[in-house]
């Protein structure tokens, strides 16, 4: 099976790894992704960590950082020397890059696929409302990252099969706990990911304010709230007690989730968004790092029962979690392992990628 996978997410080497899992599984792929990749948290550079058994292609894109309207300008040209049997445009179906790549997919022949993270119902003005319907219409099978996602796709109208997935999992070896932890009387907490106002970490920076005992916060990313959020530190007085880091590669992410007894990922519901996964947690619960997250969004099917839930925005909530792990290191242990557990049965690139491979096998059934 000959397939094309055309994803501005695979700039990330780490998540690379499932495009190897993909062509162990037998699968004839390519993939191609942008020289580089913009959004609010900054640019992203197209990495080449994992590219055993298959090519990595990087292509030119027009429109960097615009959501809907970047595309991909040479694609047809690349399909057309790789002739594939599928493509799967890893894309929400109202971008033109998706609209772009269907109708570049039509014209090899091709099987298309898409991807939907988008969790929140949304009419868009034209062209992205036809944009989304010619997708919808062209495309038999579809991939949700998250049930919301699903039930979005249905309520707007999509009526072909959906496999609700999540977009990437975790290469259970990179991501493994120390092999020998540090005992320390400090509760080490850390955060990684986007400081943002959706993100919640100015939540996060309350609730360690009234911790009794000694903790310690490790705050890696970036993102247009970091000087709000290091003054912010400053007015509550727990600065020396917090670290700053900028965005780290992501072959180096495991290290720092093992440095650390819990994450937090605080993310709050804001009117245009909620949370689509939070990757990061199952990254720190493959660590064997306990994890606490909020209600928003996709967080409370990530983490089960394998860590502790609070409603979002409820800074005491949060505080009086992060009391009890400090207070109960054995407890905190155990939600680590039991996180390992839950992502080694649910979210490990191997079977992330079995999953997709089954996609496009059902795909192809389907016809063309």
């Known amino acids: 099976m000959r397939t094309v996978l055309l994803s501005k997410a695979l700039v990330v080497g780490a998540y690379q790894r499932k495009a190897e899992e993909i062509a162990r ?10 020289p580089a990749w913009r959004d609010r948290r900054g640019e992203q550079v197209a990495e080449r960590i994992y590219t055993a058994g298959y090519e990595l292609r990087t292509i030119p894109l027009r429109f960097n950082g615009n959501f809907h309207l ?89 009526a072909g099969e959906i496999t609700v997935l999540p977009q990437f999992g975790v290469d259970p070896a990179l991501f493994s706990p120390p092999e020998q932890p540090e005992a320390s009387a400090t509760l080490r907490i850390g955060y990684a990911g986007g400081l943002l106002p959706e993100k919640g970490v100015d939540l996060l920076l309350r609730a360690c304010v009234n911790l009794r005992g000694e903790w310690r916060l490790a705050i890696a990313g970036g993102g247009a709230e970091e000087a709000t959020l290091r003054g912010m530190a400053e007015e509550l007085g727990v600065a020396p007690r917090v670290e700053w880091e900028q965005r780290i590669p992501s072959d180096r992410m495991a290290g720092f989730y093992q440095a650390l007894d819990v994450l937090v990922l605080p993310s709050r519901t804001l009117p245009n968004w909620k ?94």
């Open 25 to 34: 599984l037998g699968v004839d792929l390519t993939v191609l992704t942008p």
């Open 70 to 158: 970047h595309h991909y300008p040479t694609l047809l040209r690349e399909l057309q020397e790789l002739c594939p049997d599928v493509v799967h445009l890893d894309e929400e179906p109202y971008n033109a890059a998706t609209w772009l790549g269907l109708r570049a997919a039509r014209r090899v022949g091709a099987a298309a696929t898409f991807f939907a993270w988008q969790n929140i119902q949304r009419s868009y003005p034209p062209p992205f409302r036809w944009f989304e319907k010619a997708v919808y219409a062209g495309c038999p099978q579809a991939i949700a990252g998250n049930r919301d996602a699903a039930d979005v796709l249905r309520r707007k109208g999509y």
């Open 275 to 368: 949370e689509q996964f939070g990757r990061v947690l199952i990254e720190a619960m493959a660590c064997g790092v306990a994890v606490v997250g909020s209600n928003s969004g996709e967080i409370p099917h990530v983490i089960g029962d394998a860590g502790l839930i609070f409603p979002e925005d409820d800074a005491a909530a949060l505080t009086d979690h992060l009391q009890h792990l400090l207070d109960d290191r054995a407890e905190a242990k155990r939600l680590g392992e039991s996180g390992r557990a839950r992502v080694l049965a649910h979210f490990t690139m191997a079977h992330i990628a079995a999953e997709t491979v089954a996609v496009y096998h059902k795909l192809l059934e389907t016809g063309r």
